[in-house]
Every structure is written in C-alpha cells, then in structure tokens.
C-alpha cells in the first residue's frame, strides 16, 4: 500500500509562485511514475506535470515554461514548482503514482492552490 500526502498549497497572487510536495511512503516509489493532476470546480481532472522513474517528464501544454516537476527518490518526494501563477490554475491539485508493472495507481488527498488575479 502506497500513502501520498500532498503539501505546499495555499494562496498566491497572479504572477506568484508555489510549491508543492508529495511526500510517499513505500519502499517502489524509484520504480513508479509521480505526477501531478488537477481539477477546477466544475471540471474534469486534467494531467498538469508527470514524471517517469527514468526521468522522462510530460507536461500539460498550459504550463510549459511556468511549472516544473521533480523527484527525489531517496526522499520518496517529488515536487511541484509553480511560477508564474494565472487564475485558471486555481484548482485541486492531486498527487498520483502509478506503477506500470502492476497497473495500480495512487492518489493524494489534495491541496487547494488559489490565484487571485
């Protein structure tokens, strides 16, 4: 059983910048693939950022150039670096790890992230 717990979220201006953590517990974080979903009110869940055990990154193309994502697998963390904040990423942000081998995925609680313009 795998445990995400998101944090960093809360309240930033237009332009502004936030970080978010997502720290899991579990011994085959190295092998599964952590990202980043999101989800306005009123919206479907969206990918924002993902990155593979091998280091492979795919973004949604809203936030090329704005957002990075980032393991650090000896800490079993990966993280959300948000600069350039806009009000359409006011969202939940959700923490996902998903192991390919057993087709399993995970997610966090979620962490509010608001922009106010």
């Known amino acids: 059983q795998v445990q995400l717990v998101e944090s960093g979220g809360g309240l930033a201006q237009a332009g502004g910048s936030l970080r978010l953590s997502c720290a899991a517990s579990?011994?085959?974080?190295?092998?599964?693939?952590m990202g980043w979903f999101r989800q306005a009110p009123g919206k479907q869940r969206e990918l924002v950022a993902v990155k593979s055990s091998s280091g492979i990154t795919n973004y949604a193309d809203s936030v090329k150039g704005r957002f990075t994502i980032s393991r650090d697998n000896a800490k079993n963390t990966v993280y959300l670096q948000m600069n350039s904040l806009k009000p359409e990423d006011t969202a939940v942000y959700y923490c996902n790890f998903y192991i390919p081998s057993s087709r399993l995925t995970y997610w966090g609680q979620g962490t509010q992230v608001t922009v106010s313009s």
């Open positions: 579990g011994s085959i974080f190295s092998a599964g693939r």
